[in-house]
């Protein structure tokens, strides 16, 4: 019995590590390998070969594997940041070249404003189809996740962040504004504004919405010939005045994104 609740929590634990960081469930059972071989008592042994193990895979394996399948890490750069580094520890910041070419060329066009790029989820580093969730598409390397842009009170261009992951903290309709969400969840897609339990924590209260700042950003995205859409809630759409047939609505079935921009290649 003993033996089979170890079986199932070891089960359990490999599914965990492979949807959360697609290498992980891997990373786990190789750990299991080299505890088995290595005699030595120690404390805490399979987290420690876990640990050691997994960010080694992270930080410099998977890095230089991943382009064999066609996918590199988002390239970072002074104005091209993840918006929480988790995004990285967790393999969550995977694309192929030319989506790192739009990243670039949009910054270049931002030269000269406060404006900088913060990323969230992008796709894992392998196999095309494999998906990351909660998204419903980021399994090709076509895909990635953008912060908002926030500002202060004074209407100055900040690059905080409004909840600790990125998402869920929404950029709600004003009154008189057309609402989708109320729409979609009394359609019954409850699964609608489920990213409000993933902010792991409000942070930046002070900062509000930059209307103009988030504008800016989507239209030097827009100006990209390789860019094939981008989702941003409908409200959002008609307050910022944008007006591109690359700018679609994502649907009822997949999550608000008001509190986000979602970008896809062709
Ligand atoms: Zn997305």
Known sequence: MKNLIKIAYRIVLFILLTILTQIGGVV???????????????RFKTLIVFISLYLFSTLI???LVAPLFGREKVKHS???NPANYMTVLLNRNYVTPELNDLLRATIKELNGTAIEIHYLDASFP??????????????????????LIYETKNGDVSNKQKS????????NPKQGEYNQIDKCIGNGFIQYDFSK????????????????????LIENILKSSDLGKLFI??????????????????????????????????
């Open 233 to 266: 809630e409908p409200h959002l759409k008609n307050r910022m005045q944008l007006n591109n047939n690359k700018i679609r609505y994502h649907g009822c079935s997949a999550v608000r994104h008001d509190d986000h921009i979602h970008i896809q290649l062709k």
């Open 126 to 147: 392998f196999i095309n189809k494999f998906p990351l969730l909660p998204h419903l598409s980021h399994n090709d390397g076509k895909k990635i996740d953008l912060s």
């Open 61 to 63: 394996l998977v890095p």
């Open 28 to 42: 786990y059972l190789a750990s299991l390998i080299i505890i088995k071989q290595w005699n030595k008592k120690l």
């Open 197 to 216: 339990y993933l902010t792991l924590g409000e942070i930046n209260k002070e900062l509000v919405f930059s209307e103009n700042g988030t504008k800016e």
């Open 164 to 171: 600790n992951s990125g998402y869920g903290l929404f950029e």
């Open 78 to 80: 002074k104005k091209i």
